[in-house]
């Protein structure tokens, strides 16, 4: 039965809108008028002694006003408000550049929104971490007056970095644009909900980097208690700004994953699925379990601040926070590096043009992860547990590294004694191997309660995990954003000066991090913006490194960028890959395929010249 | 014309979706019941009013049943008592919420203590819940009367009879943690 449903979905009005203001812009004047209402109502029933016209309770609700009228600004009215109640959607996408400035239906401009906000954030965040930097090349504070300044930056950093960063780049930003392709579908599930989902990635980022108007904060990414529910205000716009980022994290989840089971194209089976979409598929059921419970941790913790309650203050129990911090926390670190290790087996056997080895073995080590990444969270906290309690921990945490292997294994398998194509995608694959490596094995020693109980909140553990982080998933974003670089922009970039800017990145990095761990082995302690005059020479060193590695991301951007625009055009498929994205054109029309799509083998094999799969394509309009 | 989509596969996709979005709201209401256990054990505070709860947790179950039938309704193509049950759902939802206002009002239960702080967060978060699911069923029941659902086409009132039925669920649940267990 083949039923029409165009009715309920009135999208063709005669009458379109015609916007007066840049959707962005009247996000903007409607979320400042949203705020000066609900937080206004609120000091009017609830004022505090000298009558402020902003208190943490009203700045929290005014929050809830400007949210809701930031989304109904950049088009949530028009677009989900409107058609909610029946009436016709005046909503209309533009189709020129505009598109990108309001809300959008189109999983592909809804991916590179997200790429886009996404390394904005990263930009900041990085420029954040240049000034912690820059505080830490002297023992004594020199560049922040107030240490309060120095942790709120290294707050405002670590959270931008995981939740803005770390956790959308791989699965909003690419995931959005290329899942779909992927998999021959021409649309998302839940589009004009994923459309909304962007935007509140900036709601959040401006929220937390907003922060310190309302006071300094000091707890850092992890909000630990008790000291959060006696800090200043700034940690309200702490959970807030979480959890505008977390929403929209699980509404591309969400749709991603519905998407991927109903919208494969013909002969798209389970065992033919792309390994970066089984990466996403994991990632989404983890987004979809966690994300909500570091959210209602988060309320929790924020009714300790304003009623005042006592959940987890000196009064109640803190440590039940560092759990449900943790249980959320684990799988967090899951959720960034997975479909980086399924896009090294992508990228590999293209490049090597052979077959990826043990496929099978690669999904399920994803799969053991991410159900194992549930069971391991008290390996933080350590520090404050008993020693009868650490074992089962510290045993899953080291098991994990198995099911981790596997993707390994399968990585190395492929490139044993292959052809390998050295470009530029291959050398930061290859550079991101190599930097997970470490950081994979130094999460090993921490999980040992011996050596936790040593190195724990030194810069060992700062150094372990940006090796896993910035080595392991953003070495891997770089090199996804060289290799489908052309299906983004049809255009090439330079492969000699992508090896050398690659490299750079490569030297910095490693002489910033690798440095960190004799830093704390030596005892440098995290959280702290002087130390003993002993550790300087070590800190001046990383931090000029860490200016190196600064400078060198930007040149990636700016050879990126470059090449976008200008760059000399691609051939079709440059690579010779064999998965669905390819076989459109570059970069892909709206509807992704000029006619149907029909996968007829597996992906990975390349000892045979069968093409994968067809495009049967649409009949020409006749004129 | 090229293959469309079949309607039963897109809805198909839309069902699943919703679904699973239902059980990822599920954690945070298992996270306060956890709390809950951690901080109150099996503590039920003589001050809480039985009676009050008991209402109000008939209230939710009474207007669930409404929303269930009216979704029948519409299968059965009567739009308009599709529309009026959901409307009358929403007002006893109402009336739910209020009696929790009033409740909050009285100040029976002191919200410094154990007992209280987990009541108030609990009911508190059910309510909100109950809140957009109010605003849903009143949202849905006027577009189903602009677009004219039929007994083929109702996928809104599906959905938001979804969510009215977690949300009933979920604040009953937290009624037997608070008033009984
Ligand atoms: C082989 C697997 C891994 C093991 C066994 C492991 C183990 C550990 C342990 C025991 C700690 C606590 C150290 C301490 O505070 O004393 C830790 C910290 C951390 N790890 Fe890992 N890790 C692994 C992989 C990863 C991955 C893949 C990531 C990220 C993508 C990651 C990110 C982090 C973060 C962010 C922290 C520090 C959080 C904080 O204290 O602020 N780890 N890891
Ligand atoms: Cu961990």
Known sequence: MEQQITQAEARNNPQPKVMHMAPVLRGLVWATIGFAIFDLMTVAVDPFRGRPLVTEPSVVVGWVGALIGWLMGVGGYEGVILPLFGSPSTWVEPKNWRKYFGLSTNHKVIGLQYLVTSSSIFFIAGMDAMAIRYELMQPSMHFFTYTGQYLTAVGVHGSLMMFGVGTVVLISGLGNYFVPLMIGAKETVFSRLSGIGHWLLPAGALTLIASPLLGYWDTGWRGYEPLASQDPGGMVFY????????????????????????????????????????????????????????????????????????????????????????????????????????????????????????????????????????????????????????????????????????????????????????????????????????????????????????????????????????????????????????????RMFNDTLGKWLALWIFIGFNGTFSQMFLLGLDGMNRWVPAYPPYLKPLNYSVSLFAFFLGAGFIANAIHIWWAWVKGPKSPENPWHARTLEWLTTSPPPDDNFDGEVEVVRGFYRYDHDEPSAYLVKNPEPAE | MAVTYAKDREIAAYRWGFRIFLVSQSVPFILIFADWYMFDGYYVSPVASKWLG??????????????????????????????????????????????????????????????????????????????????????ISFRAARVQFTAHYHWDAEAAEYFWIFQMVAGFLSYLFLYWI
């Open chain 2, 54 to 139: 008991s209402i109000e947790a008939f209230f939710g179950l009474l207007s669930g049943l409404i929303a269930w039938q009216a979704l029948q309704a519409i299968r059965a193509g009567h739009l308009m008592a599709m529309i009026q049950g959901f409307r009358r759902a929403a007002v006893i939802g109402g009336a739910q919420l209020v009696l929790l206002a009033y409740q909050w009002g009285t100040r029976f239960i002191p919200p410094g203590t154990r007992y209280g702080e987990v009541y108030y967060t609990l009911s508190g978060v059910s309510g909100f819940y109950e809140l957009i699911g109010i605003f849903v069923l009143v949202a």
């Open chain 1, 239 to 490: 959970y807030l700004g979480i959890f505008a980022m977390t929403l929209s994290t699980i509404i591309a989840s969400l749709n991603l994953a519905a998407t991927i089971i109903f919208h494969r194209a013909r002969g798209m089976t389970w065992a033919r699925l792309p390994l970066f979409v089984w990466g996403i598929l994991t990632v989404s059921l983890l987004n979809l379990i966690w994300q909500p419970e570091i959210e209602m941790t988060f309320v929790m913790a924020l009714l300790d601040k304003l009623i005042p309650f006592h959940f987890f203050d000196a009064l109640g129990s803190p440590l039940t926070y560092l759990s449900m911090f943790w249980l959320f926390g684990h799988p967090e670190v899951y959720i960034i590096v997975l479909p980086a290790f399924a896009l090294w087996n992508e990228i590999i056997p293209v490049m090597a043009q052979k077959n990826l080895f043990a496929r099978d073995w690669a999904i399920i080590g994803l799969i053991f992860v991410m159900m194992l990444s549930g069971l391991v969270w008290a390996h933080h906290i350590f520090t404050n547990m008993r020693n009868s309690e650490m074992f089962p921990f510290s045993f899953f945490s080291e098991m994990i590294s198995i099911p981790t292997g596997f993707s390994f294994m399968a990585a190395i398998g492929t490139l044993w004694r292959a052809r390998l194509r050295f470009t530029t995608p291959t050398l930061l694959v290859l550079m991101a191997i190599f930097n997970f490596v470490i950081g994979g094995l130094t999460g090993v020693y921490l999980a040992d309660p011996p050596v936790n109980l040593q190195v724990h909140d030194t810069f060992f553990v700062i150094a372990h995990f940006h090796y896993t982080i910035i080595g392991g998933a953003i070495f891997t974003w770089v090199a996804a954003m060289y290799y489908w670089l052309p299906k983004l922009s049809g």
